[in-house]
C-alpha cells in the first residue's frame, strides 16, 4: 500500500503563499494520478489540482488555475502544492490522495471516487 503524509498548512493573510507538500511511501515505483483535495466544513471534499505522475499532464479546478501549481520531486517521492494568492475561500482541511497505479488515460483525476490512497489532511486558513 502507499501511505502519504502532508504538511505545510498553517495560517496566512490574503495573497500569502504557502506549500504543501506529501512525502508518498509503499511504492518504489510508482505510475498513477495523485492529487489535491480540500474539504470545509460542512461541504463536500474538492479536487483541487491533479497530476499524472508517469507523466506530466496536470488537472486544476477553475477557482484555483493561475493561482496554484501542482508539481511533483520523483527523486523525493514528493508531491507539491504551490499555492499563491490565497484567498479566505481556500480555507479548509487539504488532503494529498493517490490512484491505484494505471498508465495515463481519460480520467476523473479531480474526483474523490478516483482515489485510494489518502494523507491524515493540514489545515490551511486563510484571513482577511
Known amino acids: 500500500q502507499m501511505q502519504l503524509v502532508e504538511s505545510g498548512g498553517g495560517s496566512q493573510k490574503a495573497g500569502g503563499s504557502l506549500r504543501l507538500s506529501c512525502v508518498a511511501s509503499?511504492?518504489?515505483?510508482?505510475?498513477?494520478?495523485m492529487a489535491w483535495f480540500r474539504q470545509a466544513p460542512g461541504t463536500e471534499r474538492e479536487g483541487v489540482a491533479a497530476?499524472?505522475?508517469?507523466?506530466?499532464?496536470?488537472y486544476y479546478t477553475d477557482s484555483v488555475k493561475g493561482r496554484f501549481f501542482i508539481s511533483r520531486d520523483a527523486a523525493k517521492n514528493t508531491l507539491y502544492l504551490q499555492m499563491n494568492s490565497l484567498k479566505p475561500e481556500d480555507t479548509a482541511m487539504y488532503y494529498c490522495?493517490?490512484?491505484?497505479?494505471?498508465?495515463?488515460?481519460?480520467?476523473?483525476?479531480?474526483?474523490?471516487?478516483?482515489?485510494?490512497?489518502w494523507g491524515q489532511g493540514t489545515q490551511v486558513t486563510v484571513s482577511s
Open positions: 509503499g511504492y518504489k515505483y510508482y505510475a498513477g494520478f
Open positions: 490522495a493517490a490512484s491505484l497505479p494505471t498508465y495515463y488515460r481519460d480520467y476523473d483525476a479531480l474526483k474523490k471516487g478516483s482515489y485510494t490512497y
Open positions: 497530476i499524472y505522475t508517469g507523466g506530466s499532464a496536470t
